[in-house]
């Protein structure tokens, strides 16, 4: 599976197939309406993605289908019947949720990521349209070509949730993505007040961690460098109105205490005590 992974993402064909696509959904997000509907379904309100929280509706109810239609196998009834057919229509509800959620998510991503993306929503949508077809034979009884359809559909699950993990726990879509390095606990020189000027925005290290060093409306803030969201370099991210946003993909944070305003970042971003001491800057973290 791990081989079959790295090939999807190498197929760059699938960026062609992927265009229509991601203008689709782009084309549904416009104004500020349209952001906090996607902030919304990104999870910004959460403070965690809201993705992974929808799919464990339907691999759980489907997986308990597969439990139920196994039971009456093995005892030759349709004692489970009905209880199976509950948790095919439930895991079809939760699905719908997963996908648009998923598809939000997607939309920010790029590279190999989003060619795996793509392969992995297609997977669950075939899962979800055999869930469906079984549903509907089940509708009076439980037949054979109704648990042939969601036992392939379960498996065809299976397969999807392997590549949702390859994004997660290999491409690193969803974890926060601001917390690398270990900055000094206490107040650390960085660059001479004078450097900075009003608006200016500069990228230093801190011990080992990348921090953006900041001036807007007379104040010097400071914010970890990364975006939270998948790394993008905040320093060179346009500062207006007291926010600060990424340059990749649009997450936007107040610079004042580093707290998302808008997606797709779910995190805020680690914020940093400023000083000036001796005509230079001196920044730790906050506590």
Known sequence: ???????????EWIDR????????VSAVFQGEAGRTVKDGLN????????????TDVPIGAWMMAQVF??????????????????????????????AVTGL???????????????VHGVLNLTATGLF???????????????????????AIAMASAYLGGVLVYKREIGPNHALAGEPPEEFTRTIAEAELREGD?????????????????????????????QGGPLSEGELQDGTITCPWHGSTFRVDDGSVVHGPSTFDQPCYE?????????VKPRT
């Not at 965690?48 to 929808?54: A, K, Y």
């Not at 939000?104 to 793509?118: K, V, Y």
């Not at 925005?201 to 939270?228: F, P, T, W, Y």
């Open 69 to 98: 239609d196994g039971l009456d196998n093995m005892n030759g009834g349709h004692r489970f019947e009905d209880a199976a057919r509950v948790c095919i229509n439930t895991g079809l509800v939760g699905a719908v949720g997963a």
């Open 43 to 54: 999870g910004t309100w959460l403070g965690h993605p809201l993705h992974p929280v929808l």
């Open 1 to 11: 599976m791990k081989e079959v992974a790295e090939l999807v993402g190498t197929q």
């Open 132 to 154: 469906l077809t079984s549903a509907l034979m089940r509708t009076r009884r439980r037949t054979s070509g109704a648990v042939a359809a969601s036992t392939a559909g379960f």
């Open 17 to 24: 197939a992927a265009k229509p696509l991601d203008e689709a």
């Open 274 to 282: 400023t000083r000036v001491r001796d005509g230079f800057i001196e």
């Open 201 to 229: 925005k500069r990228r230093v290290m801190v011990g080992d961690a990348s921090i953006v060093v900041l001036r807007h409306q007379g104040r010097i803030c400071a914010l970890a460098e990364r975006c939270a969201h």
């Open 104 to 118: 939000t998510e997607w939309s920010d991503t790029g590279g190999q990521s989003r060619r795996i993306g793509l």
